[in-house]
């Protein structure tokens, strides 16, 4: 009787072992996997930032969607000087402009408009080009503007960005790279669709 107790002892004592020995292997493979895609998950993310910063580093300065927007240094009708890479990690859309243009005197108001409503969330830069500071200044007169308006009075801005009428609007995200450039006149609504490929 004792032997076969003894038996019965060691059967379950193997058993036991058994269980014990195969739960350890499942968990080392849950582990291994959960280390592996894990390993893996970071790769992809260090590899898609990486990719997302070459891609900053590698823009071409340029005045087409998806170069990095030329940099510049203008002064506002107060005399504030205002250099567009200063303004890096902010949204900003440039305007380019003139008093004699019709279409950028319809535009104006709807721009305003946009800035007062969103002016925690971007930079509006209305430059003019190739006229006198106080031909600028008698035009804003009473109109109210709430953005900077800047004088480009060489046109040589005007020239960097390739523009060739007016008005005409890039719209620049946080990392100074243009997201859109629209061609003529915009309405609220227009400049609100635009200012969204640099809200993403």
Do not use: H
Not at 69 to 93: H, M, Q, R
Not at 99 to 118: A, D, R
Request: glycine share 4%; with cysteine; charged share 25%.
């Amino acid at each position: 009787m004792k032997k076969v107790k003894s038996k019965k002892t060691r059967n379950s004592n193997n058993r036991n072992k058994n269980i014990i020995l195969t739960a350890s292997i499942i968990l080392i493979l849950i582990l291994g996997i959960s280390i592996y895609f894990l390993n893996n998950y970071v790769v992809s993310s260090q590899t898609q930032n990486q990719n997302t910063n070459t891609a900053i580093n590698n823009a071409q300065v340029g005045a087409e969607k998806g170069d990095l927007a030329p940099d510049f240094t203008l002064k506002d009708v107060n005399g504030k000087t205002v250099t567009l890479s200063k303004l890096k990690g902010k949204k900003v859309i440039l305007n380019f402009w003139a008093t004699t243009c019709p279409y950028c005197k319809i535009e104006m108001p709807e721009l305003n408009k946009f800035y007062q409503n969103n002016k925690n969330d971007v930079v509006l830069l209305a430059i003019d080009i190739g006229e006198e500071k106080s031909t600028v200044e008698n035009y804003l007169e009473s109109k109210g503007y709430g953005f900077t308006i800047l004088l480009d009075s060489d046109a040589k801005v005007a020239m960097d960005y390739k523009v060739q009428f007016i008005p005409m609007s890039f719209f620049i995200d946080e990392k100074g790279i243009i997201r859109s450039i629209s061609n003529g006149a915009m309405t609220y609504d227009e400049v609100d669709e635009y200012f969204k490929t640099i809200s993403q």
